[in-house]
T-cell receptor
Framework: AQSVTQPDIHITVSEGASLELRCNYS??????LFWYVQSPGQGLQLLLK??????LVQGIKGFEAEFKRSQSSFNLRKPSVHWSDAAEYFC???????????FGQGTRLTINP | NAGVTQTPKFQVLKTGQSMTLQCAQD?????MSWYRQDPGMGLRLIHY???????DQGEVPNGYNVSRSTTEDFPLRLLSAAPSQTSVYFC????????????FGSGTRLTVV
């Protein structure tokens, strides 16, 4: 069965610092991979997605993620975080032809001024 | 377009009561799903639908019923509310899961006392 692991429950970084959020997945074939962001009290917004092609994908709000098949990872990065990036981030995976997404547990990001 | 609309936004129920959480989308999406979000557990799939008249169970279906009589609507019914069903519920829809990911509603915060 598909599964997603986000090893970091909570990360704190300083404003202007770089950010990397980790995501590892378990799936036999090449999956569809997603990162979502959830601001407090809000629904989830799609940041970026990967399903084929270039393994480095660009998303909204200056985020990018890199798919590494050998490591079964899809880590999210941002070169310089802003206070408005404070939120919870979810990695998700779907199999080709699947009708549902499987989510990781989420990583809560706090930004220090 | 309104996107995915969930009502109500907040609800308090007494144990044993029943209620329906409403979800409507105006994007002509075939895929619709219900998730619940609990602290430290990410989002867990309750039920999903790949089109009108077709529904299936997700990871945590017990205590919930769904139906899909139209493309636009996908209500979630709690048959006899229990405190364990206290959660935030999200409805999501997609044109085609793999290529698009899901569009989420803003959620319903349900408390069962």
């Amino acid at each position: 069965a598909q599964s997603v692991t986000q090893p970091d429950i909570h990360i704190t970084v300083s404003e202007g610092a770089s950010l990397e959020l980790r995501c590892n997945y378990s799936y036999g074939a090449t999956p569809y991979l997603f990162w979502y962001v959830q601001s407090p009290g809000q629904g989830l917004q799609l940041l970026l997605k990967y399903f084929s092609g270039d393994t480095l994908v660009q998303g909204i709000k200056g985020f990018e993620a890199e798919f590494k098949r050998s490591q079964s990872s899809f880590n999210l990065r941002k070169p310089s975080v802003h206070w408005s990036d404070a939120a919870e981030y979810f990695c998700a995976v779907a199999s080709v032809g699947a009708q549902k997404l499987v989510f990781g547990q989420g990583t809560r990001l706090t930004i220090n001024p | 377009n309104a996107g995915v609309t969930q009502t109500p936004k907040f609800q308090v129920l007494k144990t044993g009561q029943s209620m329906t959480l409403q979800c409507a989308q105006d994007m002509n999406h075939e895929y619709m799903s219900w998730y619940r979000q609990d602290p430290g557990m990410g989002l867990r799939l309750i039920h999903y639908s790949v089109g009108a008249g077709i529904t299936d169970q997700g990871e945590v279906p017990n205590g919930y019923n769904v139906s899909r009589s139209t493309t636009e609507d996908f209500p979630l019914r709690l048959l006899s509310a229990a405190p364990s069903q206290t959660s935030v519920y999200f409805c999501a829809s997609s044109l085609g899961l793999g290529d698009y990911g899901y569009t989420f509603g803003s959620g319903t915060r349900l408390t069962v006392v």
